[in-house]
DNA sequence: ATTGGCACTCGCACGGAATGAGTGCCAGGC
DNA sequence: GCCTGGCACTCATTCCGTGCGAGTGCCAAT
């Protein structure tokens, strides 16, 4: 790929494609898009693109198609990633503003994004392993049957009940929930976990020294909530209906892609590591390791406080996308929702 | 409608119809089914059929379709709804056996019903207003700072962060927690906001006696808490890859479909009061509220403890849909469903 | 390297004919 | 009175065959 005008040919064809769904021929290229050359010179430039890969004529007769290494090198250097208008930033913050609590947060932040791209929008909801614990609190609802509630950074409350063999004083009730406070209040709850067992058992006692069974039974229980819950990766959905837009082969490209977005694991996978930093990722047709999303793509990238990736969010199409448009409204709203999360 | 055999023919016509998707012709359905007379008796019934409404030809030399006002004769008067396998009920029954919470109970029935249904299957999440309330707890994460943990019958569990004006001593809130947990315990969440109310303004005080504000504050919060659930009716979806079914027609079902299922609000509209004891109801095409719905059906039926119809589910599909399938499974994982609540 | 010209290819839309499933009706039989 | 076989008729669907035209590939000229 040397010559300059071929990307630029490369570009006036995806552009093209994606917004008429209909092979693109020399002469209308030439036409629409303001390229100062003739047809036949355009018609070679589209032989060496076909020949190296990049397009492809669905039969002889008729104008050529992306392929998917095509989209590719569109994404990779011919896209400028347009920013958003300030009508349209106006509008993701006013959106986002009104919401309540995270659930709501994120239940807009998809509405939105669906409607941004009119594609399909997908969004985890923000993972624990990387928050931290704000507060643990024990309530005894009964002698011997506790509430444990674990307040996280991220605004996020989980609780759980605990039936203890033997009844349990208010007293010892405050003591472990101060120690246990002191011991992870404010870390992160991977090494939570660590801090919790220390407790039980602290390491300056001998080793044959006798644990104690409630600090033990309460530290499991915290850990099993935190881990059950690092595993439990909620996501929100949006805009399915915008499927419409896939066209008609209903069987072989909107199904499939049905059936993952009930898949969450698969779903998950498919929009891949969380990346920081305002990157966005694109995952172009088969690139993916599933052989029936051949026609899909997602555009991803992770977000949450202080620009660490606690999750991702991303929209999922057809192959054949607005792809600068759905790339600057992911990284927008991704933007917007980090923002948000670091006021909470 | 008098004749007895014309009720035949239109059984025999909507289980065909709803076997092949094809319109149905007199001589294909004496042949399939075993009613013993000739094509050309079933002819005149046919007509007479259409000249009442029941079945509809799409156009002069094809064969009939039931009309909505067939099928819904057909559910009303000619099913006999058929009982589940055994196999099935043990399937059932070890299916929904795992789950080891509220939510995961609604995600696995949603599972189940879409699987035994190949229908979008729709279950509401059980609603409070019925539920009683099993215990308050209040607790001081700050000197200024109060969580409020409202644990439902239901098993569910809201809660409130409660920011006060002025610092409450560990005493005072148990004396409050103490007398809100008098007043509310066992109490359904709809009379128990009138027994807030009372504790922070009893009724036998003179009426411009000062109320205690802190009372009052935490009677607002939980009151409010228990109002925005009870609203808040979320939903579980499941199965929509089953929408391939609908044919080819997406603009015209598919699409309006995917458009309500996302809006829950309609949804819930749908589907209906709940109906408890084992009824199910059938909304068969345009007879609901919605125009762009008329090609959808929705089988739905209530659930809850103790035959308490606490939420609704049901699946939906086409109009064209095996209703006495539907509806025995619907009614089935209701009832499984019921009975897990029962024992939670 | 670019361009105009030109022959060629094929998918697709259009039109007419053949096909056949299915109907409506009638006259005769049980 | 109801059922049945027969028969003419209808009309959506399928299948060709044709013409059209968008679009290509190549070549010779600039």
Redesign the interface.
Known sequence: MQNERRLSVLRAIVEDYVKTEEPVGSKALVERHGLGVSPATVRNDMAALEEEGYITAPHTSAGRVPTDKGYRLFVDRLTTVKPMTAAEKRAIAGFLEGAVDLDDVVTRSTRLLSQLTRQVAVVQYPTLSRSTVR?V?L?A?APTRL?L?L?LSTGR?E?RLLEVTEEVSEETLATLRAKINTAVAGAVIADAGEALRTIAQPPDAPADAPQDPLAAAVAEALIEAMNDHRSDERISI????N??RFG?N??TA??PL??A??EHVVLLKLMGEATAGGLVTVRIGAEGPYQELSQTSVVATGYGPGDEALATLGVVGPTRMDYPGSMAAVRAVARYLSRILDEA
């Open positions: 507060h609190e309530v609802l509430l509630v307040i409350v609780q949006g805009g399915t209906s499927l419409a008609d209903f069987d909107v199904r049905l059936e977005l009930e």
